[in-house]
């Protein structure tokens, strides 16, 4: 029995081991993966290969993730293949300011791709870091394009917090329990998901739109400028909906208007769940219709369904 628990336990570690190699290497892969494709060197090897009869137009940003064989090419595949993989990406980046104080203007890049529900790229967002120190290795947000609503100051004090010289790294956590380092997967992976619970909000709304036939379905050649404003205004949709915007920017809350007056407004969350819903018509508040918007963890998605239920109920 001794010789046979020996057995066991040498047999377990090296399965532990195994296992620990297996892991390493996949961190390994991933990482010389990323660095091959960023490198120029194997970027000017792929270029060789691409036809020079290939459209500039391949090259545009809003490129659909799947276009027919005919207006592919090498270049649009090979693009579209490592944004979707490496839907952030760091690069070198020099300021070409003239005025660039800070260590001769070198920064460090870091672009967030994101794609929409039709199938295209929009515009990526982008973070330059610059270091405080030339040999060190703590970073503070130089410039970016991050839209306002997202709290990149108050982000980046949470997660690149300054080291102080005398008690180390200064606080981050709101209770001041503990002081940690700089964390910018942390702050990168914050701020991404900000950017991807806004657009996954715009598409919904976007999406009820379409499902009330308040606008005619979009493809992903149209743009939101190419709609004539005068025909939505004109438009009535499904269940007596006259209209269903944002309020604001972030597109946090929706506002509903029915054609007898009745406004609703709910409030969305980052998971695309109602968290509340207030309807006013003309003798005030309607508690039947906002139990209804609200029942279960209702999605914003689901909103057509709730209204087709509504609409059941009150004939």
């Not at 300054?162 to 002081?179: I, N, R």
């Not at 909906?241 to 409030?267: L, M, P, Y």
Request: hydrophobic share 35%.
């Amino acid at each position: 029995m001794v010789l046979v628990d020996e057995a066991m336990h040498e047999l377990d570690d090296e399965i532990r081991h195994v296992r620990e190699q297996i892991q390493e290497l996949t961190k390994r892969r991933r990482l010389v993966t990323n660095t091959l494709l960023s490198s120029t060197k194997v970027q000017s090897q792929l270029k060789s290969h691409v036809p020079t009869t290939s459209s500039p137009d391949l090259a545009m940003d809003d490129t659909p993730l799947v276009t027919s064989e005919k207006s592919s090419s090498t270049t649009n595949h090979q693009t579209n293949m490592h944004r979707l993989s490496f839907t952030v990406t760091t690069f070198p980046f020099t300021d070409p300011s003239p005025n660039k104080s800070h260590l001769h203007g070198r920064l460090l890049g870091i672009r967030l791709d994101h794609c929409s529900r039709h199938g295209t790229f929009q515009k990526p967002y982008y973070i330059l870091l610059r270091r405080v120190e030339e040999q060190g290795d703590e970073f503070r947000v130089h410039r970016h394009t991050i839209p306002a609503f997202v709290a990149l100051e108050r982000l980046e004090e949470q997660f690149l917090p300054l080291k102080d010289e005398d008690e180390g790294y200064t606080v981050a956590d709101p209770d001041g329990s503990q002081k940690i380092k700089q964390d910018l997967h942390g702050l990168v992976r914050r701020v991404r998901h900000e950017l991807i619970c806004w657009e996954l909000r715009r598409d919904a709304i976007e999406l009820l739109k379409e499902q009330l036939e308040l606008i005619p379905p979009k493809t992903a050649d149209e743009d939101d400028e190419e709609m004539d404003d005068d025909s939505q205004e004109d438009r009535i949709g499904l269940y007596g909906i006259q209209s269903i915007e944002a309020t604001a920017f972030e597109a946090r809350q929706a506002r509903i208007t029915w054609t007898d007056g009745t406004v609703a407004r709910i409030k969305i969350s980052n998971k695309g769940l109602i968290e509340r819903a207030v309807v006013v018509g003309d003798n005030g508040r309607i508690k039947g219709v906002e139990n209804l918007l609200m029942d279960g963890e209702s999605r914003i998605e689901e909103l057509v369904q709730k209204l087709k239920v509504l609409v059941g109920v009150s004939s």
